[in-house]
Structure formats: structure tokens, C-alpha cells
């Protein structure tokens, strides 16, 4: 019921008071957080639907999506809430989701010969870029490496924010990792780990043409520009 209520002051963008019989038009945006992880949350709970990553469970069957990222867990739970609550038949809602192959550069995996791409560079900002970074180290084993490029479009949070993401990626094991953009030779100055950095994407593109990664995974994340 809650979440019906919830769904029509997003959706609709009216409510009304608790006792009161008059519509309200409201024009508002729902931000949540939580310390805990997500998909435990989606597991343990005993009121929710249960969904799996990558094989999700809903309403007693499991679906697979081609969406590589647990990031992308919560969308399509709300996406077959939503379609419940609109009265769309549960089978095919999950049916499509199954059969929607991500296109576009957004949460693609790609196969070029024996090397594996998780391709999610549609666009990228330091949220996106953690999100990505976070579900990768999670899911795939070694020899894994990633190809990161430039956030734009930052200001003058740029030079914190990509210093951020070269802190993080360096606390975990790669087996190659490859950055990309002048923010990033910025930030790698106050860290010493192996990587390549290359000043534009043609560059770093020669350069890996040249190179043998049979086996490996990589996510490729970055900014279009």
C-alpha cells in the first residue's frame, strides 16, 4: 500500500493530507540512502519481492538480464514494481527485461576475440564511476583490468573527485590498469601504483591494439567527450 502511495506522489505529483479530502499538486524528488548494502537488503527482506544479480527471482521465478553492474539492480525492480502497480502482466514485464539487450555504450558486455569489455561509458561522473568500479571488483576475478577516462563537465570539483577515484582503484589488485585525460595525470601525481596513462582515447586505443590481454576482463568507463 506504502508503496503505491509512494509511486503516485512521484508519478501523479499530487497527495493528499492525512484526514483531508484535497488533492495537492506537489512537484518533488525522493532521495534515500542507506549504510547497508542493497542487494542484501532486496534478499533478506521479507515484504519485497526477492531479486537475484545476475539470475533475479520475482514472484517465485528467476529471470536473467544482459545488463552487466548490480548498480543496475534497483532500476529494474522498480521498473517491475511499477509496472505491478500499473497492472502489467509480471510474466512479461520480467520477459522483456530478460530479452533487453543494453545498447548505446550503457552496462554492454562485449567480447572482442578472448578479452571481455564491461562497456558503461555513455557518460560518467564520480557516483557512476564508484558504482561501476564497485560491482566490477565485486564480480569479476583476476586477470581483470580497467580502462578509465576523464570526468567532465565537474568544475572545480574535478581535481578532488578524480583523486578520489585513483585512491580507490588503487587499493584493489588489477592486473592492468590504463587511465586516461589530463584530471587523471593530475590525480595519479600523489599515488604510486602500475598504470598507463595516455593523454586522449586514440592514443590509449594504439597502444592496446598492441597488446595481448587473452582472458582478461575490463570495465571501460569514462565521460563521451
Known amino acids: ?22 488533492t495537492i499538486k506537489v512537484d518533488v524528488r525522493i532521495i534515500c540512502a542507506t ?25 517465485g521465478r528467476e529471470y536473467k538480464t544482459n545488463l552487466a553492474g548490480s548498480y543496475n539492480l534497483a532500476n529494474i525492480y522498480l521498473a ?42 555513455y557518460n560518467a561522473n564520480p557516483t557512476s564511476m564508484k558504482l561501476a568500479l564497485e560491482s566490477f571488483f565485486r564480480s569479476i576475478k583476476s586477470p581483470r583490468g580497467v580502462i578509465l577516462g576523464d570526468m567532465l563537465e565537474l568544475g572545480s570539483f574535478a581535481g578532488e573527485e578524480h583523486k578520489k577515484i585513483v585512491e580507490f582503484i588503487s587499493k584493489y589488485d588489477l ?23 595516455f593523454p586522449t582515447s586514440i592514443e590509449a586505443k594504439n ?10 576482463t575490463f570495465l571501460l568507463k569514462g565521460s563521451r567527450g
Open 175 to 197: 592486473d592492468q590498469t590504463v587511465l586516461i585525460g589530463p584530471q587523471f595525470k593530475k590525480a595519479l601525481e600523489a599515488y604510486q601504483f602500475k598504470y598507463e596513462w
Open 80 to 121: 517491475l514494481s511499477i509496472g505491478k502497480h500499473f497492472g502489467i502482466d509480471a510474466g512479461q514485464a520480467k520477459e522483456a527485461i530478460s530479452k533487453y539487450l543494453p545498447a548505446s555504450k550503457r552496462s554492454e558486455l562485449v567480447k572482442m576475440g578472448e578479452t571481455s569489455f564491461i562497456v558503461d561509458c
Open 1 to 22: 500500500a506504502i508503496q503505491a502511495k509512494v509511486l503516485r506522489v512521484v508519478e501523479a505529483k499530487e497527495l493528499e493530507r492525512l484526514g483531508g479530502t484535497e
Open 35 to 59: 549504510n547497508k548494502n542493497l542487494e542484501d537488503l532486496m534478499e533478506d527482506s521479507s515484504i519485497l519481492e526477492r531479486i537475484l544479480y545476475p539470475e533475479r527471482e520475482f514472484e
Open 207 to 216: 597502444w592496446f591494439r598492441n597488446q595481448k590481454f587473452d582472458g582478461f
